[in-house]
């Protein structure tokens, strides 16, 4: 059984950072894409930043210039650097990824169970 298991969430001042991990356990052979997605109290689920299995990342708008999402593709594990934090960055952030083979089986995607970030002096 693969899961993905977030860390690194917390308590953050405005201005703040924090990185987060993700990893992918049990015996991967691939994953395609993976990131990070969040979700706000009272807001719908948005796409933070994502990145290929080559390495070309993606990111939302408002996170662009403040966030760098990197991945280890020999730890199965993938990264979210977030810096210049602003309040509206309170959320659950959960780690995605896509089209993950392991042994015989193939998983379209699977999700982590998401880590609370607050920003709030």
């Known amino acids: 059984q693969v899961q993905l298991v977030e860390s690194g969430g917390g308590l953050v001042q405005p201005g703040g950072s924090l990185r987060l991990s993700c990893a992918a356990s049990?015996?991967?052979?691939?994953?395609?894409?993976m990131g990070w997605y969040r979700q706000a109290p009272g807001k719908q689920r948005e796409l933070v930043a994502a990145?290929?299995?080559?390495?070309?990342?993606n990111y939302a708008d408002s996170v662009k210039g403040r966030f760098t999402i990197s991945r280890d593709n020999a730890k199965n594990t993938v990264y979210l650097q977030m810096n210049s934090l602003k309040a509206e960055g309170t959320a659950v952030y959960c780690c995605?990824?896509?089209?993950?083979?392991?042994?015989?089986?193939?998983?379209?995607?699977?999700w982590g169970q998401g880590t609370l970030v607050t920003v709030s002096s």
């Open positions: 049990g015996s991967i052979f691939s994953i395609n894409a």
């Open positions: 990145i290929t299995s080559g390495g070309s990342p």
């Open positions: 995605h990824a896509t089209g993950v083979v392991s042994g015989v089986r193939y998983y379209p995607e699977l």
